[in-house]
T-cell receptor
């Protein structure tokens, strides 16, 4: 089946620094990738949708300059949290949809970000 | 817009009890319906899916039937195990669109 990986699985960074999270589709080409944020005991909140080779589309209320998304290839999307603050601490999950998959999305294992 | 509603719980059951987690949806088109499971500290795993009305998705003893007339996709399992303790998300996807998640239902199964 389709596999999506995320790296790192956990990261701790100091306030004011930037951190990059990678999302890779391992055995299929992903034309569209999605980034979600999950708060404790809550559902997933869609942050942005990225299509390969074009700018990401951000959901209302998500700061584009703070959460930089790049989808430079059909197998890789990155989320960079810039000038991180403790309130950015969260569980970030990506998903990917393949070129021939109109419905199904495959989810990565998530990245736990802690900003101290 | 599209939405998904599900019982939030937490739900606590004894091992071997029958499980039902209700899920209803509103959609403008013809979505596919999914149940995802999230174990503590992990990402989402697809549990089962149904792509059209009257389809039944099943996996690991869990079942759900896509009921268009009642706009429902209730999750059931005849006999739960401690290892089924997790958060369950009902979701829908319209073609080439984003996932709409329900709020999640936390399930705890006690021996």
């Amino acid at each position: 089946g389709a596999v999506v990986s995320q790296h790192p699985s956990r990261v701790i960074c100091k306030s004011g620094t930037s951190v990059k999270i990678e999302c890779r589709s391992l055995d299929f080409q992903a034309t569209t990738m999605f980034w979600y944020r999950q708060f404790p005991k809550k559902s997933l909140m869609l942050m942005a949708t990225s299509n390969e080779g074009s700018k990401a589309t951000y959901e209302q209320g998500v700061e584009k300059d703070k959460f930089l998304i790049n989808h430079a290839s059909l197998t890789l999307s990155t989320l960079t949290v810039t000038s991180a603050h403790p309130e950015d601490s969260s569980f970030y999950i990506c998903s990917a949809r393949g070129t021939d998959l109109s419905y199904e999305q495959y989810f990565g294992p998530g990245t736990r970000l802690t900003v101290t | 817009g599209d939405s998904v509603t599900q019982m939030e719980g937490p739900v606590t059951l004894s091992e071997e009890a029958f499980l039902t987690i209700n899920c209803t949806y509103t959609a403008t088109g013809y979505p596919s319906l999914f149940w995802y499971v999230q174990y503590p500290g992990e990402g989402l795993q697809l549990l089962l899916k149904a792509t059209k009305a009257d389809d039944k998705g099943s996996n690991k003893g869990f079942e759900a039937t896509y009921r268009k007339e009642t706009t429902s996709f209730h999750l059931e399992k005849g006999s739960v195990q401690v290892s089924d303790s997790a958060v369950y998300f009902c979701a829908l996807i319209e073609p080439y669109d984003k996932v709409i998640f329900g709020p999640g239902t936390s399930l705890s199964v006690i021996p």
